[in-house]
């Protein structure tokens, strides 16, 4: 059972009110596949980078079953960088820097070996990109699963609307899943993009948790309440990442199923949030997560008896 | 198993993007009292009102079961009266006016039957008047629940920091508890909060549901995802009166039976916010608030299995 993510793997320097790192290895790609590994195994990764993207990072990687062989390597240009800042309450953040480096020549090839890939996960990136590598699998996956951004609507809606007919599970945060939908209500904003293509979506507000949507039914999944957050970048794509792990490990691709894939990436995206980067999902066990996922099921069990 | 109510009972005009009215009652044991209404009597309203108070919704209350000998009635002057304007977002609203008449002479006096009550709960109201309820009651009641707000922080801190050991439950926003403890993180405000007083916390998030504290345990309840939220007015208040009259009915205060109070607080303000002012609460059945109750149990269970 093998899944395919697409993204970026990349370096970043951030800064959060709790503290401030110059170089650290980001990227979507790179969260997804830190996430989903815990779960699946062949993760097979598509994705750019330049000369300077750490060795010992892919050989890391690699241990933990991820393929790197649809990563190009390019010899003379930098991995793409980029350097962002959160605000005190870590909701908002600005860019300061974006370098595009190698993301500037990206054109995703599909290695002869990911054909037959039952799972495909399109991280963040230009709409006709993941459409490319949607076009290059002969046999269409199980499961397609894209995550997109504000920033392809403002430039490149067509292509994104033209990726969303191919799609199952959408990704998106509330504010842009109002700005693609026109809607204010984030029901009505749902039931729009529902008729854009996919058949479920999903809709993350951050600490407020996410919501998933298939047809008139919605469920809620929380973020844990956690004492501090110390630095929230790759949060939605390790979210991702566990999501669609759990649904490849289990290979049921249900509403009810896709429940439960929900809490886990919450679990996930929770320990993403301790440390700067990927470095706390390098550290955690099976242990650690079957403990985090014990504290959702505290957080919103309930009994209720209906008279 | 009675239950004394304290609070206002008001005018308000309000205006939301979706609509303006000049004129409807509103207040916060109003909207306590119709909330909790549906689960428990005698209801026992504590409040103070001007000639223009409208003697049907007096009757109407009366037929609830919501007993008003403990509404003092002012023959020459007029009721408590808020205007207000929510934003585009419903989250943020700006107070346009603030009458308020027979308000500032208001001094709660418990009437001899309502000695003996085992619930009590404190509308949002100046802290010496909460207080002064606690004092008079001869037997403590089983459980004593109190809203507050961030204007009685500004100018009666410690007023309030007085009430708040003499209660149970506290409930509050999210951005009152942060100004209350003084820490940004939810986790440890709660923690700074269940040091004052309060055994039990809930922090109130709006369309972000709420959160329950109790020592280490804590429990997060959705709000229920609207289609149209025409006018959040009393919806806080009507959280309060869903959850405090489920916990009387049962007469069950335990960390377990507060779950499942707040879930039908949640409810009970889900139906709030459908129309303007507390009109949609008189309309409600039993039936639709167990239909709204499933909903809830459909929002956010899933299984899981930890292996």
Not at 169 to 177: F, P
Request: hydrophobic content about 45%.
């Amino acid at each position: 059972m093998a899944l395919i993510t697409v993204g970026t793997m990349a370096f970043d320097a951030i800064e959060t009110p709790f503290g401030k790192i110059d170089k650290i290895v980001g990227g979507s790609a790179t969260y997804v596949a830190y996430a989903a590994c815990n779960f699946v195994t062949p993760i097979q990764q598509i994705s750019i980078v330049g000369y300077d993207f750490p060795q010992e990072e892919m050989d890391e990687m690699k241990s933990r079953g991820i393929q790197l062989d649809g990563v190009e390597i390019v010899p003379d240009k930098k991995s793409f960088f980029w350097s962002g800042k959160y605000h005190i309450d870590m909701n908002t953040r600005d860019t300061l820097v974006t370098d595009l480096n190698v993301l500037a020549d990206f054109n995703p090839v599909v290695p002869e070996s990911f054909q037959g890939a039952e799972f495909l996960m399109l991280g963040n990136l230009m709409p006709k990109l993941q459409m490319s590598v949607i076009d290059q699998l002969r046999v269409r996956p199980k499961l397609i699963v894209m995550d997109t951004m504000n920033f392809w609507m403002d430039i490149a809606m067509d292509d994104l609307k033209a990726v969303l007919k191919k799609i199952d599970v959408l990704l998106v945060n509330d504010g842009e899943a109002r700005q693609l939908s026109g809607e204010l209500s984030l029901v009505k904003a749902a039931r729009e993009i529902l008729k854009m293509g996919p058949k479920y979506l999903i809709i993350k507000k951050g600490e407020h948790g996410a919501l998933l949507f298939h047809e008139n039914h919605v469920f809620f999944a929380p973020a844990l309440p956690l004492e501090e957050v110390f630095d929230p970048t790759g949060a939605g794509d390790t979210f991702a990442g566990g999501f669609i792990g759990h649904l490849a490990k289990t290979k049921d691709i249900s509403f009810d199923n896709m429940k439960t894939a929900i809490i886990i990436g919450s679990a996930m995206a929770s320990f993403c949030v301790e440390k700067f980067g990927p470095e706390r999902l390098k550290e955690i066990t099976k242990e650690d997560i079957d403990t985090r996922l014990s504290e959702f099921v505290q957080l919103v069990n309930f009994d209720i008896d209906l008279v």
